[in-house]
């Protein structure tokens, strides 16, 4: 199994910029963390679904949502599966609770594993 441990959410000024970080944690089992395919970003507002932000395969391929795109940056440190999302320019419409996840494959079965999640509050 994988326990992910995610930081880096807070209060931004509108404009403002933010880093989140997770990483699995040390009680995550290495042989399922070796089995990480991919990891990505996700985040719930208030009142709606759960969305895609941003995903990256350990071999660096990423994609973004089209209303994160040239604002925000997810990138993959594959020594450590910590995987990061830089957010710039950041709007009141960002405000939400960030989700990492990461796509594990252990003897040709696919787990998602989901962070507890960390608050993102764009606010003036």
């Known amino acids: 199994q994988v326990q992910l441990a995610e930081s880096g959410g807070g209060l931004v000024q509108p404009g403002g910029s933010l880093r989140l970080s997770c990483a699995p944690s040390?009680?995550?089992?290495?042989?399922?963390?070796?089995?990480?395919?991919?990891m990505g970003w996700f985040r719930q507002a208030p009142g709606k679904e759960r969305e895609e932000v941003a995903q990256?395969?350990?071999?660096?391929?990423?994609r973004h949502a089209d209303s994160v795109q040239d604002r925000f940056t997810i990138s993959l440190d594959t020594d450590t599966m910590t995987v990061y999302l830089q957010m710039t320019n950041l709007a009141p419409e960002d405000t939400a609770v960030y989700y990492c996840?990461?796509?594990?494959?252990?003897?040709?079965?696919?787990?998602?594993?989901w962070g507890q999640g960390t608050q993102v509050t764009v606010s003036s």
């Open positions: 996840k990461a796509v594990v494959v252990e003897n040709w079965v696919h787990t998602d594993y």
């Open positions: 040390a009680i995550s089992r290495p042989e399922s963390v070796a089995g990480i395919l991919a």
């Open positions: 990256i395969h350990k071999g660096g391929v990423s």
